[in-house]
C-alpha cells in the first residue's frame, strides 16, 4: 500500500445493497486526498460511492443534496458519524464505514 491512498471496507444495509448491485460489502481504495487537494473524508466518500460503485438509477434513494440521505444511519467503525464529525471525517486506512437504511416501505 502506498500512502497516497486509503483502503476502506464499506457495507450497505437495509436493502442499501440492491442499490450497489446486491452486494453488502465492499472493499475501496480511495486517493488520500480529494480534487482539491484536501484529506479524503466521508463526505469525499460518498460522492466516490455514487460515481464509482452504485449501479441503480435511483441514487436519490442514498443521497440528497449531495449528502447522505435522512433515514440512513452511518456508522464509522462501529460509532455513529455524527459523534465523529459527519461528513467531515477524514478517512483512515482500513476504516469500516457501514450505511443502514433505516427507510422501510409497507
Known amino acids: 500500500m502506498t500512502t497516497d491512498s486509503i483502503p476502506v ?3 450497505f444495509t437495509g436493502g442499501l445493497e440492491l442499490l450497489f ?3 453488502r460489502k465492499h472493499q475501496v481504495t480511495l486517493p488520500a486526498r480529494g480534487t482539491e487537494g484536501t484529506p479524503s473524508t466521508v463526505g469525499y466518500l460518498v460522492k466516490w460511492l455514487c460515481e464509482n460503485l452504485i449501479r441503480d438509477p435511483r441514487k436519490d434513494m442514498f443521497v440528497l443534496d449531495d449528502s447522505v440521505r435522512p433515514g440512513i444511519l452511518v456508522l464509522i467503525n462501529d460509532a ?12 483512515q486506512a482500513n476504516d469500516e464505514i457501514v450505511f443502514v437504511s433505516t427507510l422501510h416501505g409497507g
Not at 80 to 89: A, I, P, Q, S, T
Request: glycine content about 6%.
Open 21 to 23: 448491485s446486491n452486494q
Open 9 to 11: 471496507a464499506v457495507e
Open 80 to 91: 455513529d458519524w455524527e459523534l465523529e464529525g459527519e461528513e467531515k471525517y477524514e478517512l
